[in-house]
């Protein structure tokens, strides 16, 4: 997508080059078991639609870090792990932070747990159809 060249060229010259594993498409259950083993998501997003990532992190119990962007705030129901998207610095302090201290990792699962609950395609439909009027 737009900016991969430059990604692309950060990877190869990475000291890490051989830990990043670009996976392209994955399939639904791929992704759940991937979400499910993962030690954080990471979304620093500069530009965002909805941030269904950050709910489908949340649904599957993974702490988010995610950036303050006006859709990710609205959608993630919570601050404490927010940041400017062009701040690495910070990102990077909240990756730490969620991942070292368990009090905060759980308080963060927690939040998102409960944050998820507010979401679910029915409910969608519902307000859809009520702006609509058709209900």
């Known amino acids: 997508g737009f900016g991969y060249e430059k990604i692309k060229k950060q990877i190869e010259n990475s000291t890490f080059q051989k830990e990043i594993i670009e996976k392209g498409f994955v399939e639904e259950d791929e992704k759940w078991r991937l979400l499910s083993s993962a030690d954080?998501?990471?979304y620093p997003s500069f530009s965002e639609g909805?941030?269904?990532p950050i709910l489908e992190?949340?649904?599957a119990g993974v702490p988010i870090v995610a950036s303050n962007i006006p859709s990710s705030r609205e959608v993630a129901g919570g601050k404490d792990f927010l940041f400017p998207?062009?701040?690495a610095e910070k990102m990077a302090a909240w990756v730490v932070k969620v991942i070292k201290n368990k009090i905060?990792?759980?308080k963060?699962?927690?939040a998102?747990?409960?944050n998820v609950e507010k979401y679910s395609w029915e409910k969608c439909a519902q307000k859809t159809a009520e702006i609509m009027n058709l209900f």
């Open 40 to 42: 954080a998501v990471i």
């Open 108 to 110: 963060v699962i927690a």
């Open 50 to 52: 909805f941030g269904l």
């Open 57 to 59: 992190a949340q649904k």
């Open 85 to 87: 998207p062009e701040d």
């Open 112 to 114: 998102g747990r409960k």
């Open 104 to 106: 905060f990792r759980e």
